[in-house]
């Protein structure tokens, strides 16, 4: 049973550009959260999607972010017109979102450098 | 209302000796507590969790110990290893109507020397 998967591992962009970043949940699991790690700082919570719904996105700026869960395919987190305080590593976890399994299993995360 | 503060930042423990690392939170809603260990650049890896109906849980090296009255929890690593050299988060959230988005704490660097 692979983990949760997510690329690009390393996504570089200039200002002004789009980065896009996957996350493939666990088999099984229909909950992805998305969370931000600054440097030298904790994981920030993003957004909370099941398929196709997006559940609670209090985390995720109002502006620019953008999240989706489609009924096939993976999560797709859309950053548009990057600035350099967009510089992060991003985590996706998912989790069955069954009661009794409420562990999040975590992504190897996406490095994005916006120069 | 939704913080969870952990300290300390960093901690050297020699080999063999108790690695202690401890939160508090302050939104009483909270009922699931987790703790995450987390190597560079690698994801978060859950090593144990908590409800607050337990006062304690422990899961070979690893003890959570949790205080309700005083809204918070601790972690006990026992007979620590070089191994255990990593970054440690613990994290609240609510199972019951709140989604189980995670709030985390700050992170400890924790390093076992020989």
């Known amino acids: 049973n692979a983990g949760v998967m997510q690329n690009p591992r390393h996504l570089v962009r200039r200002r002004g550009q789009e980065a896009r970043l996957r996350c493939s949940p666990m088999k099984g699991h229909s909950h992805v959260y998305w969370y931000r790690q600054l440097p030298e700082e904790g994981l920030k919570f993003m957004v909370y999607?099941?398929?196709?719904?997006?559940?609670?996105e209090s985390g995720m700026p109002k502006e620019r972010f953008s999240a989706e869960f489609p009924k096939e395919g993976p999560s797709i987190l859309r950053i548009q017109q990057v600035v350099r305080g967009d510089s992060a590593a991003y985590f996706c976890?998912?989790?069955?979102?069954?009661?009794?399994?409420?562990?999040?299993?975590f992504g190897p995360g996406t490095r994005l450098l916006v120069l | 209302q939704q913080q969870v503060k952990q300290s300390p930042q960093s901690l050297i423990v020699q080999k063999g000796g108790i690695s202690i690392i401890n939160c508090a939170y302050e939104n009483t809603a909270f009922d699931y507590f987790p703790w995450y260990q987390q190597f560079p650049g690698k994801g978060p890896a859950l090593l144990i969790a908590?409800?607050?109906?337990?006062s304690e849980k422990k899961e070979g090296r690893f003890t959570i110990s949790f205080n309700k009255s005083a809204k918070q929890f601790s972690l006990h690593i026992m007979d620590s290893q070089p191994g255990d050299s990593a970054t440690y988060f613990c994290a609240a959230s609510m199972l019951s109507g709140g989604g189980n988005k995670l709030t985390f704490g700050t992170g400890t660097q924790l390093k076992v020397e020989l």
């Open positions: 999607l099941q398929k196709e719904n997006i559940i609670d």
């Open positions: 908590i409800r607050p109906d337990v």
């Open positions: 976890a998912s989790s069955p979102g069954t009661v009794g399994q409420e562990t999040q299993y």
